[in-house]
């Protein structure tokens, strides 16, 4: 079977909703079992998918490292480590910055996904994967979203830097780097509305479409890739829309 997952024990921040979902419910299908690590109580998901639930804070040391140690008395290791878990919120414009959201989001989803990390490698053996999402926000910066912006460029950063230091382990580290994703934090607001002028396939992504993406990197098949940023935008940094074109002119 192609992108196999047979027996990997596959841990997933973030698993309880949306993109980290489908995930788990791929992986699941794919032979994977899996364990859903989220700030809230994903009992009864994990349930439906004959797997484990942590609630644990991506942020904090010893939540994490309590919870990898929970997996691995139940399943021996990690084999994947998903690091799904992020927010984003309203911003202001620069000169308006509020470095308390600035704090909380930096913290969530750049600590949250080094936190992961590094605790994660002491339970991995050779052949191990850690996968991170960024954002095409982390590329070109959309307007009033500067912490959101910089914690996601962070993140294909940090996911380059730990590629190079744990290659001699023989774990493999790269990220996702999605456009508008149609979840509940996107579906009926704006961002939909743009999605359909900015992106040449006119449309958000589906959530489904950054799984599958996640579950052939997570697989053996892609063994020989690491330190890589897989944008799935739609085409959105590949140029202007001709939507947006014709809509312009339009007007």
Do not use: W
């Not at 109580?41 to 484990?52: H, K, P, R, V, Y």
């Amino acid at each position: 079977m192609f992108f196999s997952l047979d027996g990997k024990v596959a841990v997933i921040t973030g698993g309880s909703q949306g993109i980290g979902l489908k995930t788990a419910q791929r992986f699941k299908k794919a032979g994977a079992e899996i364990v859903i690590l989220d700030i809230t109580d994903a009992t009864e998901t994990a349930d439906g998918l004959n797997g484990m639930a942590i609630q644990a804070d991506v942020t904090d040391e010893a939540s994490i490292q309590k919870a990898f140690a929970s997996v691995v008395e139940k399943h021996g290791r990690i084999d994947v480590l998903v690091n799904n878990a992020g927010v984003g919120f309203d911003e202001p414009m620069l000169e308006e910055a509020d470095f308390k959201l600035f704090d909380k989001v930096i913290n969530i989803n750049v600590k949250g996904v080094m936190n992961c990390m590094k605790h994660v490698v002491a339970h991995m053996a050779e052949g191990g994967v850690i996968l991170n999402v960024s954002s095409t926000a982390g590329l070109v910066s959309p307007p009033m979203s500067s912490a959101y912006n910089a914690s996601k460029a962070a993140v294909i950063s940090l996911t380059k830097s730990a590629a190079v230091e744990l290659a001699l382990k023989h774990i493999r580290v790269n990220c996702l780097v999605p456009g508008t994703v149609a979840t509940t934090m996107n579906i009926g607001t704006p961002n939909e509305t743009l999605a359909k002028y900015i992106n040449p396939d006119a449309r958000m992504c589906d959530p489904e479409e950054i799984a599958a993406a996640y579950h052939f990197l997570a697989s053996d098949d892609a063994k020989f890739i690491t330190g890589a940023s897989l944008v799935i935008d739609g085409g959105q940094t590949a140029g202007i829309s001709l939507g947006l074109v014709d809509k312009l002119l339009s007007e």
